[in-house]
């Protein structure tokens, strides 16, 4: 009998590397008989295809590689938009994961929630969280969800799509129409394909816990007690396998010099960043914690994402 669930990820070559590193995670953390882990690639040579698959071979996972027409010829992040038409028809229901994250525990409880019919599985954006807040931050985060046609309610809605679980029929329908706007559309937003999908599809989308979708930056606001991540995204730059740097440990980079370690024909993927840019990315990081901690570690924003967090986890309908 054909699994009917999957963990999907979409790249291209300059996010293989990373994107192998979460989906191997992703395979050690969810049941083989239950779940496939896949990755979808676009317009990626084929030598380094070549590679990926024999990694991918020994490690259980599905690769996929597809050519930018599949989808366009849109960035292949947008490929999330076109799932329903490149996988397989037995995989019934898909949590999309973006490749800048990392799987910390077990995916079995949450893939064993099934989407409801017509709906999907989202976590709020963290900008939802800013929208009462009396800063030049918050006030662009209006000004934002206003441009793109979001009513105020809406804006308290808005989703982030680093990680999706969906039912496949329901998303074909979201998709199609995300894709329609695409089509007509010359220039992209800030947040392409984050705004289409929260423009087409913000009613139909629950709310989900951001364990399963945790902006790497609440680490500055003393929530990962009360959250739990168990699926990190390291949202902006710089990302873990940069280096070091604040607030994510030694640990959160481990992974990608192991995976180098133990596939050496891939460390051409990895990019190094240069001493300048780490050591620019060092200053960053210590004076976004010093912001971050003030606005997120207490007072009326702490007390939205804590608010949220047990509305999530006390409503049946919400993972």
């Not at 999330?80 to 229901?93: A, H, Q, S, T, V």
């Not at 007690?225 to 949202?235: A, L, N, R």
């Not at 840019?277 to 004076?287: D, E, G, I």
Request: aromatic residues 12%; contains cysteine.
């Amino acid at each position: 009998m054909d699994v009917q669930t999957c963990v999907c990820y979409c790249t291209d070559r300059s996010y293989l590397f990373p994107t192998l590193v979460s989906a191997l995670q992703a395979r050690a953390h969810a049941t083989p008989q239950v779940t496939d882990i896949i990755i979808v690639c676009f317009d990626v040579d084929a030598a380094t295809i070549s590679i990926a698959q024999s990694i991918c071979n020994k490690n259980n996972i599905i690769l996929f590689s597809k050519s930018g027409a599949d989808i366009d010829n849109t960035p292949a992040m947008l490929g999330r938009l076109y799932l329903d038409e490149i996988l397989p028809e037995n995989y019934k229901n898909i949590l999309y994961i973006d490749g800048d994250t990392q799987i910390k525990s077990s995916l079995n409880e949450f893939l064993s929630c099934t989407p409801p019919e017509g709906r999907f599985f989202a976590s709020a954006d963290p900008m939802v969280f800013l929208l009462e807040d009396h800063s030049k931050e918050g006030e662009a985060v209006r000004k934002h969800f206003q441009e793109i046609g979001l009513t105020p309610e809406q804006s308290r809605q808005y989703f982030n799509t680093g990680v999706l679980y969906f039912n496949r029929s329901a998303w074909a329908v979201i998709a199609e129409k995300a894709r329609t706007i695409i089509r007509s559309q010359n220039t992209m937003s800030r947040f392409p394909d984050q705004d289409i999908l929260n423009i087409v599809g913000i009613e139909r989308a629950l709310p989900m816990s951001l364990s399963w979708n945790f902006p790497v930056f609440l680490h500055n606001a003393r929530l990962e007690s009360t959250i739990q991540p168990k699926i990190v995204h390291y949202m902006s730059q710089p990302k873990p396998w940069d280096g070091i740097f604040q607030p994510w440990q030694a640990s959160d980079y481990a992974p990608y010099p192991a995976f180098v370690a133990a596939y050496p024909e891939f460390s051409g993927l990895w990019k190094r960043s240069s001493l300048s840019r780490k050591l620019r990315y060092f200053a960053q990081q210590h004076y976004k914690r010093f912001c971050e901690t003030r606005k997120w570690g207490h007072g009326a924003v702490h007390a939205l994402v804590l608010d949220y967090e047990a509305k999530c986890r006390n409503d049946a309908k919400q993972v």
